[in-house]
């Protein structure tokens, strides 16, 4: 299918009518027959998509392309159906969340719906808009005071095909004896509902600050800032679906890549794409952005800082000019009865000469024996005297033994070998004289030492890649999807949730159109280097809250930010409700931050529980049954998830009462960008010390219901 006959030409724009006719509104309508009402449109919209679905199943066996060529009308027909519903119907209602969620009574009486994926009837005229259509807007920025001639704006919440629910908002108080208005507000329902560990789309109550940055373009750093639980992650999210449905052929042939701090992260927002009908972006922690490496290890915050920090630049260059472990230390040879040798500094001499010439290795192979070759002529010379360097060159250059010594003298690098030297401390003590101080060379080698790679790991062996010159490796066929048909659909969810198929493209991809990166406040300088580059052209939207930072060198950060990120234009959001904790909760974290954090951007808690922050102080050997009976409690006073927050050093101890599959137990920083019911946050001191007191701030702040906080004594 090509892009061109893409989504485009079933976009609905303001320009063309949108609105269809509804029986005439009673006033005096119950819930229940209003929810009879909507559920007569419903089932409308979908008997037209399983139309949609049959034919298109007919079409793809009798050669879709001919038909879509011959047939009129036939081409939209596929355009809706391949673009739109074969890609979403299998997702949404697997996501039992409905297809339709909103409506719009104008002033005038006409009425919009408005729903995930855009439908039109057997007339081709228009029966759900896209929420990301021009035509959606009002539903999302239509207010009392600006309301766009919307009389009443109207949440349909479902369950699959079921019409459940009823929410409306009546804007014109004029239109009260013409519009019924029923039930209490679709947001604070949904911000009350239980957590399941999975992030769910917001798509019926974008709030209008939301929607603006939903809606910026996508050319140029699209920067949006706020508080904890204002909904940046998630409107980031959404913005992924609308840069999609704006310039779908843009956006999908080179991709849109998301950025968040940690696997467990990107697990809990994995399904909020797909539940939007969009599978194509592609999902990365910062620990996997290496082909090969999934890191999930934390460094502890001292060695983290340093192998964050620019000052590994000169470094990893040092270490790349290292003389490989098991390198031979001399090269002999006989050449016309002579034995000539190089000895280890000689060696060292035509390596240093080499990078010269070279600077990337695995590029410099061929010079590297061009200066073996030219050491050794050096010796010859004056020996032989009647010999001719071309013929020595020749003869010498293609010997078995020679071409030996040089694989084994100057092997072809691997960036995760040559990070392993780092762990040899004499080694890295040698790259980083000048650079670090003593201990912090300590830290840095024992780290590298270790079995596998840490998160701050994976950007230096993605810089390892570029000053070595490996090779690009057989990219293989991206894992975007071609779409054809039909057959696609039935596995999108298990394909989906298959964990590489969230990664669309390989990690070493670099020509993205969009990149989103979530807590951007975290970002080392190397890590913003490693997503500068997989994004030279691209757009950028940067999200994140200074306050809730764990980097220490903020200064650092930025400049390499402005590095990375090309220069364009600049669209800037600030958001400033939080929607995940309660009043309760949010004023105690905030209370507790305020004299420990500069600049806190303090948001507005929107909803209140009555439920108070509860404190406890235990001795060292009492935590763990106090944390158990907190758990126990926690349980059995909300319906969702349950977090335990502590810090590493605790995880052994606190293992233990993990035995329930609505509690888990995470660090501080794998607590980042997540949310449960109930928090059990541990020991905040110790966090704080450690980590420092923005770490602490983002634990006080990811409950939505209740907080406990267990101090060690
Ligand atoms: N308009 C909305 N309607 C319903 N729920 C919302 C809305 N906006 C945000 N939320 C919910 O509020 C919670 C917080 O959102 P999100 O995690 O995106 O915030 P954040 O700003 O990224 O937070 P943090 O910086 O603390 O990690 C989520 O559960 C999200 O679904």
Do not use: C
Request: cysteine-free; charged content about 30%; glycine content about 8%.
């Amino acid at each position: 299918m090509s892009q061109e006959t893409g989504p485009a030409d079933v976009r609905q724009d303001q320009d063309v009518d949108t609105t269809h006719a509804v029986p005439v509104p009673d006033p005096a309508s119950t819930p229940e027959q209003e929810i009879a009402i909507e559920q007569h449109f419903v089932d409308r919209v979908y008997a037209r998509v399983d139309v949609l679905r049959g034919e298109a199943e007919g079409n793809r066996d009798s050669g879709y392309a001919h038909l879509a060529a011959t047939v009129p009308g036939a081409r939209y027909e596929r355009d809706v159906f391949v673009y739109q519903a074969a890609r979403r119907i299998a997702d949404l209602d697997s996501q039992h969340e409905g297809l339709v969620f909103g409506r719009l009574d104008f002033d005038d009486g006409k009425v919009r719906h408005v729903g995930r994926l855009g439908v039109r009837d057997e007339e081709y005229r228009t029966l759900l808009v896209d929420w990301r259509a021009p035509a959606a807007a009002p539903f999302y920025r239509a207010t009392a005071v600006d309301r766009q001639e919307v009389a009443r704006r109207r949440v349909i919440r479902s369950f699959g095909r079921t019409v459940e629910e009823i929410s409306d908002d009546l804007l014109n108080e004029d239109a009260a004896g013409r519009l019924p208005v029923i039930g209490d507000g679709a947001l604070m329902a949904a911000l009350g509902r239980k957590r399941t560990g999975r992030m769910r789309d917001i798509v019926a109550t974008i709030q209008a600050e939301q929607d603006a940055a939903i809606r910026a373009p996508g050319r140029g750093a699209t920067i949006i800032t706020g508080g904890p639980g204002t909904g940046k992650t998630v409107v980031a999210l959404h913005r992924a679906a609308y840069l999609l449905y704006q310039d779908r052929s843009r956006y999908e042939a080179a991709g849109i890549l998301v950025v968040g701090p940690s696997a467990v992260f990107m697990k809990y927002i994995g399904r909020v794409l797909p539940s939007l009908g969009e599978e194509t972006a592609a999902l990365y922690s910062l620990g996997e952005l290496y082909a090969g490496v999934e890191a999930t290890r934390q460094d502890r915050p001292e060695v983290a800082a340093v192998k964050g920090g620019t000052v590994m630049l000169p470094i990893l260059r040092r270490l790349v000019r290292q003389t490989p472990p098991g390198a031979p230390s001399e090269l002999r040879i006989v050449y016309r009865g002579d034995v000539f040798k190089l000895d280890a500094a000689e060696l060292a001499a035509a390596r240093a000469r080499v990078f010269e010439k070279e600077p990337r290795p695995n590029l410099a192979k061929t010079e590297a024996g061009r200066a073996l070759l030219v050491a050794l002529w050096r010796k010859i010379k004056p020996v032989i005297e009647d010999a001719e360097p071309a013929k020595f060159s020749r003869d010498v250059g293609s010997r078995g033994e020679f071409l030996t010594f040089l694989d084994h003298w100057w092997p072809d690098l691997d960036p995760a070998d040559v990070l392993g030297w780092g762990g040899d401390l004499r080694r890295l003590a040698s790259a980083a004289e000048g650079h670090l101080k003593k201990e912090a060379i300590e830290g840095v080698a024992a780290s590298l030492s270790e079995p596998d790679f840490s998160i701050p790991d994976v950007a230096l062996l993605d810089e390892l890649r570029i000053l070595l010159g490996v090779k690009p490796q057989p990219r293989g066929r991206d894992r975007i999807r071609s779409w054809e048909g039909i057959q696609e659909v039935s596995t999108v969810q298990d394909r989906y949730y298959d964990r590489p198929e969230r990664q669309a493209r390989d990690a070493f991809y670099e020509d993205y159109a969009h990149v989103i990166v979530d807590e951007a406040q975290d970002l080392s300088p190397m890590q913003w280097r490693m997503l500068g580059r997989r994004g030279r052209g691209a757009g950028w939207t940067i999200v994140g809250d200074e306050a809730q930072s764990s980097w220490p060198r903020p200064r650092e950060s930025a400049d390499a930010r402005r590095r990375a990120v090309p220069s364009g234009r600049l669209h800037e959001f600030h958001l400033t409700k939080n929607y995940r904790n309660s009043k309760e909760v949010f004023e105690y974290a905030a209370e507790w931050a305020k004299p420990r954090l500069r600049n806190i951007d303090l948001p507005e808690a929107v909803r209140e529980t009555g439920v108070r922050v509860a404190e406890k102080t235990v001795a060292a050997d009492a935590l763990l049954p106090e944390v158990a009976g907190s758990v126990v409690q926690a349980l059995a006073a909300v319906e969702g998830t349950v977090g335990i927050i502590a810090p590493y050093d605790r995880h052994e101890e606190l293992g233990d009462i993990v035995h329930d599959g609505r509690v888990t137990l995470v660090g501080p920083l794998e607590s980042k960008g997540l949310e449960w019911d109930a928090v059990i946050a541990v020991d905040l001191e110790a966090v704080a010390q450690s980590h420092g007191a923005g770490v602490a701030y983002v634990v006080l702040t990811r409950a939505t219901q209740r907080l406990t906080r267990i101090d060690i004594a």
